[in-house]
């Protein structure tokens, strides 16, 4: 409904601007859309001029000619009787409309919804835009001039509206929204948006813009297109440092502490002075930002304080004033809405893409347990015959002569049978559901283990290698078998990784796993990092960079990692890459997945 109510403040907008038409004229019309639009039965004016104290003159959307006349039959009682506040009776709304401490009027609308007597705010614009038409038919000078400033801000409202109604991109929006309020029809020179995050309980400065990055934004004629985000930001070096600044500020979200925190929690605009804030840290805020007096603005949807806008005129000095509290409030109201929309539509386009991404993920999944199935039947088949072809390579080995080409080809097959079996061993093995056997074992002794396997073919291409083992770690609950044959793997990748050329660092020590205690395995190497097209990738099955290997020794090493309830990940240092293996000392229920 919030955006019905808006709707209409837009069309009641356009009647108050039409050229050329009586104020009489276009209050009546006014009256007749309130009519209409809020099925009314009626909706009258009635007012009074000078120091009148009775209601003697009347305007209505029915049965009254559109110059002003005396009314053609009497005001209800209770509206000579009317006070500053709304009220409600036999199915009348009554609404005053306010000029300092005097009601020059008092809009009734019968038979309106129950709904309307809560759109406060609402209400308000439209008893400001009435007043100020009256001001027109036959009150003073200083009046009329309060009222096309209201007039002015309503106008505003109005062409922000439009614009807002053009995106849906949070950032673009909090800048049109911002520079709306430095534009001169704002009454301010700088605007800066702080977000409320309550999980960190922190106000975090996000954006500020000046008159000077406003007017680029907005052109001077209303109809002429905005001006694209960036030339706004960057157009001008002094609004964009300026915003810098802004992003750097941080402050507590309580209330005792900060004006901010107090508009936010409480959901009220509060005016402040300089002298009224003693916290150390607002006190510098003030000082980098040079801020003296300023007004807090809370822009909140759904019950929940969104982001908290500041205000101020640092060129003028002038002090934001409280009469300007009621065009603040509406345009809190209108701002609070657009940046509900805008967070509703990016959380929806964040679903959006995880749901896409699990899609993928699914598909990609599907297609790797077909290929697993056909790769484990194929090496099963193919197991007994490469047995056979090694047989005969080694008998061929054993019954010629070193130095012979027979002995020489009997010896290449024999190698290349004994890779083949090893990949076919690995692509059994993945696609085998092994179980863990969890028993007490030793981290270093499983350090030390992992490095005498490996540390043969390390040692013959030249590599250097570094072991680190902290003293005294615990003994943990693992298979010690598999968690060797991790570190393995990581050594063996290291060492291709490095071609002959390099350092190889392995590392054990006591860490942290999603808030348990843990032993931590490191695998360095300074082999120069993985780019990043290769590590989103790494452990998925069957990817591979190199002519040999079948890809699946990181994805063996993930499941046996994953089946310790551990984590395991890779990062990029200056040297190279860096495999970390997390395995807690006690997995949940004490066994493995």
């Known amino acids: 409904m919030v955006d019905s109510y808006m709707a209409l403040l837009n069309r009641i907008l356009r009647q108050a601007h039409a050229p050329e038409v009586p104020p009489s004229r276009k209050i009546r019309r006014i009256l007749r859309l309130l009519q209409r639009a809020l099925e009314l039965h009626d909706a009258a004016l009635f007012f009074r001029r000078g120091r009148e104290r009775h209601f003697r003159f009347q305007i209505c959307a029915r049965g009254c000619s559109d110059v002003v006349s005396p009314p053609l039959s009497d005001p209800p009682k209770n509206v000579s009787r009317i006070s500053h506040n709304m009220s409600t009776e036999a199915g009348e709304l009554l609404v005053p409309l306010k000029k300092g401490r005097r009601t020059p009027a008092v809009l009734v609308l019968k038979g309106c919804p129950s709904s309307l007597e809560t759109e406060r705010n609402f209400l308000a614009a439209v008893s400001s835009l009435l007043v100020f038409l009256l001001d027109q038919i036959g009150a003073g000078e200083q009046g009329t001039k309060g009222g096309?400033?209201?007039?002015?801000?309503?106008?505003?409202?109005?062409?922000?509206?439009?614009?807002?109604?053009?995106?849906?991109?949070?950032?673009?929006?909090?800048?049109?929204?911002?520079?709306?309020?430095?534009?001169?029809?704002?009454?301010?020179?700088?605007?800066?948006?702080?977000?409320?995050?309550?999980?960190?309980?922190?106000?975090?400065?996000?954006?500020?813009?000046?008159?000077?990055?406003?007017?680029?934004?907005?052109?001077?004629?209303?109809?002429?297109?905005?001006?694209?985000?960036?030339?706004?930001?960057?157009?001008?070096?002094?609004?964009?440092?300026?915003?810098?600044?802004?992003?750097?500020?941080?402050?507590?979200?309580?209330?005792?502490?900060?004006?901010?925190?107090?508009?936010?929690?409480?959901?009220?605009?509060?005016?402040?002075?300089?002298?009224?804030?003693?916290?150390?840290?607002?006190?510098?805020?003030?000082?980098?930002?040079?801020?003296?007096?300023?007004?807090?603005?809370?822009?909140?949807?759904?019950?929940?304080?969104?982001?908290?806008?500041?205000?101020?005129?640092?060129?003028?000095?002038?002090?934001?004033?409280?009469?300007?509290?009621?065009?603040?409030?509406?345009?809190?109201?209108?701002?609070?809405?657009?940046?509900?929309?805008?967070?509703?539509?990016?959380?929806?386009?964040?679903?959006?893409?995880?749901?896409?991404?699990?899609?993928?993920?699914?598909?990609?999944g599907e297609k790797l347990a077909t290929v697993g199935e056909m790769a484990a039947s194929v090496a099963h088949e193919l197991k007994n015959p490469l047995v056979v072809v090694g047989g005969f390579a080694q008998r061929l080995m054993r019954i010629t002569e070193e130095e012979s080409q027979a002995h020489q080809y009997s010896a290449i097959i024999a190698r290349e049978v004994g890779r083949l079996e090893e990949m076919l061993a690995n692509i059994l093995a993945f696609s085998r559901k092994s179980v863990a056997c969890l028993s007490l074992c030793d981290p270093s002794h499983i350090v030390h283990d992992a490095l005498a396997l490996s540390q043969g073919n390390i040692n013959r291409e030249g590599i250097a290698y570094e072991v680190s083992v902290e003293e005294n770690l615990p003994q943990m609950q693992g298979d010690e078998q598999k968690l060797r044959q991790v570190l393995v793997n990581l050594l063996n990748n290291a060492r291709q990784t490095l071609d002959g050329k390099g350092t190889i660092s392995l590392r054990a020590c006591r860490g942290m796993l999603r808030g348990d205690e843990a032993v931590v395995f490191e695998v360095a190497d300074t082999g120069g990092g993985i780019s990043s097209s290769v590590i989103r990738n790494i452990f998925n099955p069957f990817f591979t960079t190199r002519d040999k290997g079948t890809g699946l020794g990181l994805s063996i090493s993930q499941r046996i990692v994953e089946q310790h309830h551990g984590h395991i990940e890779v990062q990029n240092s200056k040297q190279g890459a860096r495999f970390r293996v997390s395995i807690p000392l006690h997995p949940p229920h004490g066994r493995a997945a």
Do not use: W
């Open 148 to 364: 096309e400033r209201r007039l002015e801000e309503l106008a505003l409202l109005n062409r922000l509206s439009r614009v807002l109604h053009g995106t849906l991109e949070i950032d673009r929006q909090m800048q049109l929204l911002l520079s709306g309020l430095a534009l001169p029809q704002g009454g301010f020179e700088r605007a800066m948006l702080f977000m409320v995050n309550e999980r960190s309980g922190t106000l975090q400065g996000m954006l500020g813009v000046t008159r000077d990055a406003a007017l680029d934004l907005f052109p001077a004629g209303e109809e002429q297109e905005i001006a694209p985000i960036d030339r706004a930001l960057e157009g001008r070096k002094v609004s964009h440092d300026f915003s810098q600044l802004v992003r750097q500020q941080r402050l507590p979200l309580d209330p005792d502490h900060n004006a901010l925190a107090r508009a936010a929690l409480r959901r009220r605009i509060f005016f402040v002075n300089d002298s009224q804030e003693k916290s150390p840290q607002v006190a510098d805020m003030a000082r980098e930002l040079g801020l003296t007096s300023y007004a807090c603005l809370p822009l909140f949807a759904r019950d929940r304080t969104r982001a908290v806008i500041v205000v101020d005129n640092p060129l003028t000095g002038r002090t934001p004033g409280r009469q300007q509290r009621r065009f603040l409030e509406l345009f809190a109201k209108q701002a609070g809405q657009a940046l509900e929309t805008a967070l509703l539509v990016q959380r929806l386009e964040s679903a959006h893409n995880e749901l896409r991404e699990t899609q993928e993920e699914l598909i990609q």
